[in-house]
């Protein structure tokens, strides 16, 4: 009966966190355990049984019940977690129970003191999902919604919170940017439906979405965030669950809530440490000193053999290093009066395994959740706030050791050059077509950079007291942040020799302000056996970037490059109308609509405005009646939907508008005895409108055994019209050969499964495993305003060797980004013959009418599979992750791996072994042999921990866990890691192993 | 409205040209279209996009275009399809000509809305009036003269190409195909109808456009007639290099210092590209010319630069147009022999053919250009000077043009080998002006200027068999190629998105 | 790799390759027929491959050491030659003219654009050849005579072998001259270096005035100029025994010719004022090396020397 209670309640966003709920039902449950111990009379010889229970580590709970099994002897605790019962007898069992918790049950002894910590009863959580503008019971749920909570989290030393939930949800891919501190990932639901315009999703963290755009200084705009302070995501897949969202909800919404004080706790405070390890597992393959001298002494010209050094360095050896990372994380949280707060203090310090590379950051969170106005005004303020100092090491200086001569020594007697070995001309100064010291790249210069970003939101909801079932919710928040940085070679550096070193600096603003509104009616209509929800709102967004213009200097502090004349600064503002209607009849039949209205100041006046509306349709097989005595299912629902949602995230703001722009001094033209700043018109389609997405979604959610087994089934389709493509316009028609517009087509479709399993639960050991798969297939269907069929495509994919040459290709009734590439002929051997290719369209002659598409680098299959045991007081928890079907473009292997790239007489470069196996003289990029199988398995993460329960004394609550990090990948791609976003491998930093130790003390 | 957004710190047309002192800016931005890449040197901010933005400059591509398709050039660098250029067996979706048709055409769209923003109706509109009325003419005039120049390039090398005028918007339509012979009468009519409206020679700025250039301009499309028409017009073409020759500009006294980076003081250029080491940079024109030219073991410091990119030499067909290549008795052979080897054995070899050392950042006073980092030239190219008038007269006279003489044109070609002899001894007798001297001496004097695909293409040896050179047709020796390659092909893009063009023949 | 590889068949299988004729005897009233037509197979590496055909001869017996080859379209699967062009392609193979050789003829695949795959070659055509002489000219016009090519002297290939030879007489500052395939300018061979010509080239010049030899061979454009003049010594000669009284060379007939008073006594033949080669002879014909020529009597004569013909003539005028 609590249940059927708090499941008939709506919860708005807000009043999430379950202890609240707790509250209200410790409340109930208090008075339940008065009334039974009002009833409950003493017998004879009597005795107290005291303790203390506590749940979801050392957190006291309040109001718990606790009942003499069997009678009617019953208590609840108190505040202070605390509870006192009578006691008759020498024998009986205790049973203490929860909403949100596993009921436990203890047997009373002699004692006289029984303590007892409840575990967390996961399934329970999530009966209230997040969604857009609020929250509904999962059971009405018509959309594709994915839920990842604290629990499910991955383990580790996880600086952005994205690594949080790799691998852990169907048709959600995250894959990562790279080796460096605070890179971050790359996200992407269900595939994109873009050419040009943005594929990622929108992220709303507290109710602000965030700006994806980059921040200056700052390698990932997620990485400002301290994971720490995450307490779920909530994934909206389908149009229908996020086209309330409208305009930027084509590619899906991450909805992100953050860890609240709840109204009643005690003051609590919990600190968490991490160190970590990060091991680099890898190199780029080169060859070895030894290796290098014989080819050289075998194939090389004179000229080359007297360039030859005459010891053994390997520059991967001097550029990376085992790094170290700390991770420390301060929460103090309670309740003063009737004010619920939470403050959270992060530190991470991270080194990168490239020498020179760190982060340094400090976060602060804020959140008070006051209520007035006897709970019918609710007040939610958050305020997220970080600073970090981040070194950015010079990746270059990767590709620099790569190819730099093995046989040449770290150091010479040149101080001109700072006293580090380089290729030089006669007279001393740098060889300027030579590579670089690796280890000059890094040590000399200094790239430096200041982020302070913050992100807050506060939230009013107003119950109105004339009429309960209307409220009012009012969101104003804001994401600005301030970045400076600035980079400083000296003149004894090689690649600033010449102009006598280097020194350039640079600022950015950003400002990102929200405002919400929206009214919400919600009413049981009981005799109708109806539940109806109606929602309407207004949302305005508006993005403000800027940054001052500086002089690059010289060392001598003379000005190089004279500032620009002008500072950037670029605005656009959103505004949306939104309305939902909600309606479930008979506890099973569920229909959601969406409208959503929106503008932007990227179109013109008669394009800027959209219309976005969506319908979903769930039916809950299991509550019908030839369902009800069923034992098979315990829960069945269809889900279908449809929605249409909007894209205006390009790369202008003013697209649509015919302005001029000023030249920089350095783009003057002489014009007699003065040089004359020149203006210039862009290029701009007044026509410019949104880019359109339909999204059709059909999914089942099903439980087997008691709710042991439950699972969900999607297929989606995604159709996108009148894509924002970067295009060619027709010679002569526009003021540029290049600009956005709306032209073509392109589709996605997939299937989308996830299963969850509770194998054990038991007093002694829980284990649950999930495994969740998805199939994709992207085509595009149309690229131009009129059709071609001869229209090859649009290229891309540009690669590391002879600029300007493209391996990719976007083509109608093909996979975006296709490798575009000549078919390899092999002699009996297997090895490839160098120059050698299929005439494909047999007119005998090789050119750019034979390449062909094969393969692309979107995997259609992704695979994810996590497990999670506890036994006693240990815990056992690792991620595995699958992508099958990808392909990448080895660029190492094409661009290092032929003789020609040592083919110099002044200096002289490493290859890569791959030469050895083709034997290779002239590089041949166009070569089929080079798009490599990259489907991969990876164990994201393996964690072991131990709660040891109170130490000193029982006042703190001690957890120490051990976690490894990237922990294999078995692929039989032959590059540093087959997780490559874009296809092209031309990547040297490599991904480390990640081995940390933390402690989670808590008091 | 919240939603009425405008960039801060750009302009909107609407205000712009209500300034009348932005008029000027923007016609430089005309002028420097041919010089720069973007809005920021020597990058950033591309004009153009898609490629690589050093190599999409104007002058670059054109150069590429018109040198390395014939015996004049060859480049190491294996950039995209850039061999292709050598060997003649470029395609449809070849990139570097592709650069160049994106860029002639982003001239053309630029001038014809400077031209669309200019017009009587709306300078009146405006209120520009009287002596500021005057100035929007010349600028206008001007600009049509540079759309004539972009249009020329069109058609001298694509042929039948699509073809746009002030008269039509900005916006998605499909621009009509221009004949080859029709385009030709437009250039023709434009340059005639402008005439009288350019400054007359001489009496222009610095690097802006004078009545000789456009009777440059059109000598050149007379002299070329009979392969852009079917229609021999030598009589115009000795009209106009008359015009040119009497019109006040004269020889550079030192040949050499034409192409040093104080040029800009030559009495001889007539319409330069001007670059600077300081404020009109970039990674193509002259900085290409200069850089790219330089390798081996060449000194940076005879060029007034510090890098030495490795990339462009010549054929040993040039080297021995000259009969003394030491430049010794003739200047205009400037050669770096030491280190290098007269035959291609490998054209991804620098050292392999003969360097050109013509280009150069350094001052006749002394001393290098004016970019501290020592790569960007002062240099400016001179896209027409008075010796291509004195040679275009002499084979328009040769070729039977009437309104010259052969003694004229004897003295016009011997005041050129005067010049680069130092004396009369390299002086020829009339029994020797033919045409097979005027081609090897359109050679000798202006090898590396953009001219040499157009000549073997009038002079019927660019695809002919029975004219080779190094890897013509990608063969060591040389060979004979497709007749249709005299023309480049319609890039692949601009038939895909205009159904109303046609390619050309062959491709 | 994923899929099937495409294995390259590197040993090859050639074209299998015929000719029309094998058995030709070539006459110049015949030259704008057809003398031979040769027809090939695509040869086969195991994949559609482009593939670049060269059509190779050679004299029977060298085993295509040294073999004349022609590139072929990468298309094409015959070629035709007419009885001119043939004969010019024989002549090119130094076949002597007149009578029958045998000459062997194949075809080369190659890869296009790769040298990773050896050639593979058709089967071997044997042929029997009897060529015509095919004299062709080229034309020397140059500052000696008012650089006209229509009046400029010329260098004949008697067997249109590309090998072309002639005597040319430079006067004193007229050195310079070029060479041109027609007696028009539209193209002029010019000096490469190094010995070389190409239509390219700068002037052509000798180092002094006087007889030239020139030799030009456009098979490799080599290009020589060699002294080369025939006089007349002795008693009966202006110069006595002590010098010679040169003469003029004329191309068209390979005659050399002087008119000069001679006394009564004895003349010779001398080549470059050198005893080295010398001709004496009676009757009008000539002898290397043989007796003085007696002369009768004084006189104003018209002397002629002729090589080709290995004749004389003295005629009193």
Known sequence: MTNALLKNRLVPKGWLNPRQGKKASSFLLFLVAFLALSLGQASAQQRTITGTVTGDGAAPLIGVSVVLKGTSTATATDVNGQYSLPFTGTAGTLV????????????????????????????????????????????????????????????????????????????????????????????????????????????????????????????????LINPNDIESFNILKDASAAAIYGTRASNGVIIITTKKGAAGEKFRVQFNTIASLYDLTDQVDVLSADEYRALINERGTDAQKALLGNTKTNWQDQIFRRAFASDNNLVLS?????????????????????????????????????????????VNLNVKSSLSKSRFADEGAIGSAVIFDPTQPVYAENPKLGGYYEWVNSDGTPNNLAPKNPLSLLEQRRNVSDVMRSIGNLQVDYRFHFLPDLRANLNVGYDMSRSEGSTFAPMTMASVFNQGGSFSEYEQEKDNKLLDFYLNYSKDLTALRSRVELMAGYS??????????FPVYTEAGVVFTPAALFPFETENTLIGFFGRINYTFNDRYSLTANIRRDGTSRYSADNRWGTFPSIALAWRISEEGFMKDSRLFSDLKLRVGYGLTGQQDFGSNYGYLPFYSYGQNTASYQFGNQFYTTLRPAGYDVDLKWEETKQYNAGLDFGFGAGRVTGSLDYYLKETNNLIAFINPAAGTNLTNGLFTNVGAIESKGVEAALNVNILNNEKANWSVGVNGTYNDVKVTSLSRFEDPNAVGQPGGQISGGTGN?????????????????????????????????????????????????????????????SDLTYGNWNLNFVLRANIGNYVYNNIHSDKGNFQVTSNNTYLNNLSPNFLETNFNAPQYFSDYYVQNASFLRMENLNLGYNFGKVYRDKVNLRLSGVVQNVFVITKYKGLDPEVGSGIDNNFYPRARVFSLGANLEF | DDLDLAPKYDVTSANLYNDFANYKLVLAKLYG??????????????????FDEGKSNYIRAYWQLQELTTDEAVVAWNDGTIFDLHDMDWSSSNEYIRMMYDRIYYQIALTNEFLRETTDAKLSERGVAEANLAEAKKY????????????????????????????????????????????FNFIESELKAIESELAGPKQNEYARADQAAAWMLLAKMYLNSEVYTGQAKYTEAVTYSKKVINSGYSLQQNYRHLFWADNNTSPEIIFPIAFDGTRTKTW???????????????????????????????????????????????????????????????????????????????????????????????????????????????????????????????????????????????????????LNFILDERARELHWEGHRRTDLIRFGRFTSGTYVWPWKGGVKEGRGVEEYRRLFPIPSFDLTVNPNLVQNPGY | KDEERVIANTQGKGAAFTASANNLTLQKANENNQAVNFTWTKADFGFDAALTNTLQFAVAGTNFANPKEVVLGSGDISKSYTVLDFNALMLSLNLPTGRNSTIEARVKTQIAGSEAVAPVYSNVVSMTVNPYPLISFVYVPGAYQGWNPATADSLISPTSNNIYTGIINF?????????????????????????????????????????????????????????????????????GWGADTDMTYNNGTQTWSITTNLTPGSIKFRLNDDWGTNYGGSNGNLVSGGDNIAVPSAGNYRITFSLATNTYTLTKL
């Open chain 1, 540 to 549: 305005y967004q508006n993005f403000l970037t800027k940054s001052p213009s």
């Open chain 3, 171 to 239: 006067t004193e500052g007229n050195t310079k001259f070029k060479i041109t395939p027609a007696k028009k300018w539209d193209v002029a061979y010019g000096d490469a270096g190094a010995g070389k010509v190409s239509t390219s080239g700068s002037d052509l010049s000798v180092p002094t005035a006087g007889m030239y030899r020139l030799t030009l061979n456009l098979n490799d454009n080599t290009f020589t100029a060699a002294k080369y003049s025939f006089g007349v010594i002795g008693d009966a000669t202006p110069g």
């Open chain 1, 96 to 223: 203490f129970s929860y909403i949100g918790y596993v009921t436990q049950e203890v047997p009373v002894g002699t004692q006289s003191t029984i303590n007892v910590n409840l575990l967390t009863d996961a399934k329970a959580l999530e009966e209230v999902v997040v969604v857009g503008y609020g929250t509904q019971r999962r059971e009405d749920v018509t959309g594709a919604v994915a839920t990842v909570t604290e629990e499910s989290f991955n383990r580790g030393l996880v600086t952005t919170p994205d690594q949080l939930i790799t691998g852990k949800v169907a048709g959600v891919q995250i894959t990562s940017n790279g080796g460096a501190p605070g890179s971050g990932s790359t996200i992407r639901i269900r595939g994109g439906s873009s050419l040009n315009a943005s594929n990622d999703p929108l992220i709303v963290i507290d109710g602000v979405p965030l700006d994806n755009s980059a921040i200056s200084g700052s390698p990932n705009p997620l990485s």
């Open chain 1, 806 to 866: 493209n391996l990719q290709i976007s083509s109608v009734g093909f996979t975006p980004f296709a490798f575009y590439v000549y078919k390899q002929v092999y002699n009996a051997e297997g090895k490839p013959l160098e120059g050698v290719y299929v005439d494909l369209n047999k007119d005998g002659i090789v050119n750019e009418r034979d390449l062909y598409r094969y393969k692309s680098p979107q995997a259609k299959v992704f695979l994810g599979f996590n």
């Open chain 2, 33 to 50: 279209g041919y010089a720069l890449t973007g809005l920021q040197g020597p990058s950033g901010a591309p004009d153009v996009t898609g």
């Open chain 1, 334 to 378: 309670g309740s003063v009066k009737n004010l619920p707060y939470r403050l959270s203090l992060g530190y991470l310090d991270q080194q990168g395994t490239l020498k020179t590379s760190g982060l340094e950051r400090g976060t602060l969170a804020l959140n008070l959740n006051p209520s007035f106005l006897d709970d019918h005004l609710r």
């Open chain 2, 140 to 183: 206008r005039a001007e600009a049509r003269f540079l759309r004539a120049l972009s249009y020329y390039h069109a058609l001298d090398l694509f042929g039948n190409v699509p073809f746009v005028t002030e008269q039509d918007k900005v916006g998605a339509f499909f621009p009509n195909q221009i004949k080859r012979a029709d385009l």
């Open chain 2, 284 to 434: 193509g024109g002259t900085t290409f010319l200069i850089n790219a030219s330089i390798g081996g073991n060449m000194n940076n410091a005879d060029f007034g630069v510090k890098e030495k990119w490795g990339g462009i030499r010549t054929t040993k067909n040039i080297v021995n147009v000259f009969a003394d290549p030491s430049g010794n008795t003739d200047k205009r052979a400037q050669f770096h022999r030491d280190g290098q080897k007269l035959e291609i054995e490998s054209i991804g070899s620098f050292t392999d053919g003969y360097a050109v050392t013509k280009y150069r950042n350094i001052k006749s006073t002394g001393g290098a250009g004016s970019d501290p980092a020592g790569v960007h030239p002062d240099t400016d190219y001179p896209m027409f000077r008075l010796a291509d008038a004195h040679l275009m007269f002499a084979e328009a006279v040769v070729r039977g043009g009437a309104g010259g003489t052969m003694a004229e044109a004897l003295t016009y070609v011997n005041a050129l080998r005067q010049r680069a002899y130092g004396n009369t001894s390299g002086n020829i007798s009339a029994s020797q002006l033919n």
